[in-house]
């Protein structure tokens, strides 16, 4: 799981990630997709807050290294339990725009998806997309995910109201997906 056919997933690690991630939460492009906080200029007390919370709340956060190019950061991933008795698991996925189109996050979230449901026995793996973004909505959706609730208009944007919009994937539903993907 900790390696993909063309990355390395690594633990965060602060000497090494943080300006990385600091670039991360500054790209305009990126912000807009996590969060729906105001697009204002993340400080050191932001990027704290974010790590702090990332380590506190989730499972697994890993920083997405090129397996090609060690030194390359491609984005990240978290992943959290939300509940261990019923195992239900939630995700998310950030890349660099210059990544974008080029394969990463299939490549990621279907080992995530492997592992969670093979290794870490979840039943169920959620997301939370915004409604503009269509092109992770569209990979989601090739994946397997289906779309299990929305919350309409709660994401202002560039002038616009979004949703943002719940999506789920079942282990059981995962498996005929994955036998009929190989």
């Known amino acids: 799981m900790f390696e993909t056919t063309r990355l390395i997933l690594r633990g965060y690690d602060a000497p090494r ?52 190019q060690p030194d390359v950061v491609v984005g990240w991933v978290h992943s959290s339990l939300d509940s261990a008795r019923s195992r239900n698991g939630q995700f998310g996925i950030a890349l660099f725009p210059e990544f974008w189109g080029n394969g990463f996050a299939r490549e990621v979230i279907v080992s995530l998806l492997d592992y969670a449901f093979d290794n870490l026995g979840y039943h169920r793996m959620g997301l939370s997309v915004h409604s503009g973004n269509t092109r992770a909505m569209h990979l989601y959706q090739r994946i397997g995910f289906v779309e299990e609730g929305r919350v309409r208009e709660t994401i202002y944007q560039a002038g616009k109201w979004e949703d943002s919009v719940k999506m789920g994937l079942l282990k059981k539903e995962w498996k005929p997906i994955k036998q009929r993907s190989s």
């Open 17 to 68: 990630h943080k300006e990385t991630l600091t670039k991360g939460l500054n790209n305009f492009q990126m912000y807009e997709r996590l969060t729906n906080r105001p697009l204002v200029p993340a400080s050191e007390k932001d990027i704290d807050g974010f790590i702090n919370n990332m380590a506190s709340s989730q499972l697994l956060f890993a920083m997405l290294h090129l397996k090609e």
